[in-house]
């Protein structure tokens, strides 16, 4: 029986997930079809879903994996304890929110984690840092976020000291510094005072070695890029969606 997937977000130019799909539908003899559906707002999105009736699963990226939710009949733990869902399971006409993010950021974090890798910085607040936060507490990890601007529980880049470098041997970017086209910028961290302790993790995975990763690297962290928390990710989707 032929299938239709898809994903929302705006603008969708740039998505791995209908290549990735259509790529393994073909290898795998499935019968169906992943699109991508720019909405530009969310409110967009009853008139879409009326017009797909036959879509029965979908992923949501930027800017509406949390202003989705008001549209969803139901949320699964993770997506409902951290307010926003990628991933929807549409069947018999019920909408389920679930966050692969966090599955996907978890499975693929986990093999490198050392015994040392207990505390971790997280470099910025947006959405995409609530999926590696969830991670981080399923895996008994302590965190401290980190953004441009210091409130009462997250520090400011110029409160990063050197000390607080040593503290931290997990240092994860959900910042799109460093993002293709612009390559050359990077987190403002005191990267000398990073050893071969360290495990640096940035969601980014265009360009293939960011600058913080590279910086990192240079002082014997060991780096990796979030080309395979998509993979894990778009994964879990599929897992949900086949159940």
């Not at 093999?111 to 207990?118: D, E, I, S």
């Not at 470099?123 to 980190?146: E, P």
Request: proline share 5%.
């Amino acid at each position: 029986m032929h299938k239709e997937y898809g994903i929302i977000g705006f603008p969708l130019t740039h998505s791995f997930s209908p290549a990735y799909f259509a790529d393994k539908f073909a290898r795998g003899g499935i019968d169906a079809a992943y699109h991508a559906y720019p909405l530009e707002t969310i409110d967009m999105f009853p008139a879409f879903i009326d017009s797909h009736p036959g879509i029965i699963g979908l992923n949501v990226t930027i800017p509406h994996k949390q202003s989705i939710i008001k549209y969803l009949d139901e949320l699964h733990t993770d997506a409902q304890e951290i307010g926003a869902v990628n991933c929807i399971d549409i069947r018999d006409g019920k909408r389920t929110g679930y966050n692969t993010d966090v599955i996907g950021f978890e499975r693929s974090l986990q093999p490198l984690l050392k015994a040392h890798h207990v505390r971790a910085l997280v470099l910025g607040t947006g959405g995409s840092s609530l999926a590696v936060r969830q991670a981080l507490v399923k895996l008994g990890i302590s965190y401290q976020k980190v953004s441009r601007i210091a409130s009462y529980d997250t520090i400011s880049y110029e409160q990063i000291t050197p000390e607080v470098i040593e503290e931290h041997t997990l240092i994860i970017n959900t910042t799109p510094l460093g993002m293709y086209p612009h390559v050359d910028s990077y987190p403002d961290l005191p990267y000398e005072a990073m050893t071969g302790k360290h495990l640096l993790y940035d969601l980014i995975y265009n360009p293939e070695e960011t600058k913080f990763l590279a910086k990192g690297k240079q002082y014997g962290a060991t780096v990796k890029n979030g080309y395979e928390m998509l993979i894990l990710q778009a994964e879990a989707s599929w897992e949900i969606w086949n159940r």
